[in-house]
Each structure stands twice: as C-alpha cells, then as structure tokens.
C-alpha cells in the first residue's frame, strides 16, 4: 500500500513515564475485533490512542466510520502516520483521517459516538488517567462508546472501571461497552 508501518520503534521520545513503544497490531486481530463489535461503522468516529506509525487507522478508514483520529505523543511517529494516511494505496470508506500529535492524558474524546481503540500503548498512569477522561466525557456527554483493548497489560483497569461492561475477552483482546 506504499507505507511505512512495520517494525518496533524504540524512538527515545516515546519511552517517556507514559507511553511504550510503538509496534504495530496485526491485521487479523484488527479484522477480528472490529467483527465482533459489529457495528454500523458510519455512525461512529474511531479513536486510535497510541496510534504509532497508522496503520490501525488505515485499517479502520477501510470501513465508513465518520472519522478516523490517531493520537500520538511522538512527533517522528506522528510524521510518519499523517504521511502514511496521505499516500495510501488501499480501499478507504472513511475520507476523514487525522492525526493529533498530542500527549493521550490530555485529549477530549469527540462528544459523538466512539470506537476507542487501544493496541497496549500506555504504562499504568498514562492509561489510568485516559480511563478517567473517558468516564468524565461519558458523564459530560452520554453517548454510546466500544472500547477495544489489545495485548491488554492493563485490563483489570478497565475490567474494574464501573462505566464498563465486558463484551468479549479472550488471549489476544477485550472489548467493553461503556454505560452512559
């Protein structure tokens, strides 16, 4: 498809107090998840926290969701997610991809309805504190949120957040919908 999304990226501003480095999710677990949720992509926006290199955003503007946003705290990554997003070769349903370079314990989740999608890409604090973000912007706004959790390090966090409920679990991933 002409991009660059393959390997680890050890990148030294990425091994922050906050972040793991980037590595990217196969396509078959991608493929996977978003089968499981089945939803009507157009009435959601995507949000791929860590969002590394792009590719689960490539993936995800495959189906229509409304829009497609990856957040990321390295700017070299960053860089190389909006130039993937740019020359992309494949099918593309969703016309609307961005990327925020942007530390994730800052950003606001858009007030519609959302597929948040996490490929293990905090350390216990950071994703905490996104967790809580969440929770807020639930209350401030109701709304129908799935979150997709993959190579879970952290999933007692969300199995233990009381705005969650399980959908599916298994080895590889978990997915949650949030009660608003």
């Given amino acids: 498809f002409g991009v660059d999304t393959a390997g680890i990226d050890w990148i030294p501003e990425v091994q922050v107090e906050s972040a ?3 590595s990217p999710v196969s396509r078959s677990i991608f ?10 992509c157009s009435r959601f926006v995507f ?10 955003l490539l993936m995800a ?3 229509p969701f409304k829009q497609v946003i990856g957040i990321e705290i390295s700017t070299k990554l960053a860089q ?19 990327v925020v370079c ?7 989740l858009p007030s519609e309805p959302a597929v948040v999608f996490f490929y293990d ?52 991933y978990s997915l949650y919908k949030a009660l608003s």
């Fill in 31 to 40: 493929n996977r998840t978003m089968r499981e949720l089945a939803l009507d």
């Fill in 80 to 98: 190389i997610a909006e130039d993937n997003i740019r020359v992309y070769t494949g099918e593309r349903k969703c016309s609307d991809s961005r």
């Fill in 121 to 172: 890409p905090f350390k216990l604090e950071a994703m905490t504190t996104v967790l809580e973000n969440i929770r807020r912007s639930l209350i401030a706004t109701p709304r129908e949120v799935y979150v997709v959790y993959v190579e879970a390090s952290w999933r007692s966090l969300l199995d233990d957040a009381p705005f969650l409920v399980p959908l599916k679990q298994d080895r590889w």
């Fill in 47 to 56: 949000v791929d926290f860590g969002c590394g290199k792009g590719k689960t």
């Fill in 102 to 108: 942007a530390d994730a314990r800052q950003y606001v």
């Fill in 61 to 63: 503007a495959e189906s």
């Fill in 20 to 22: 793991n480095a980037y």
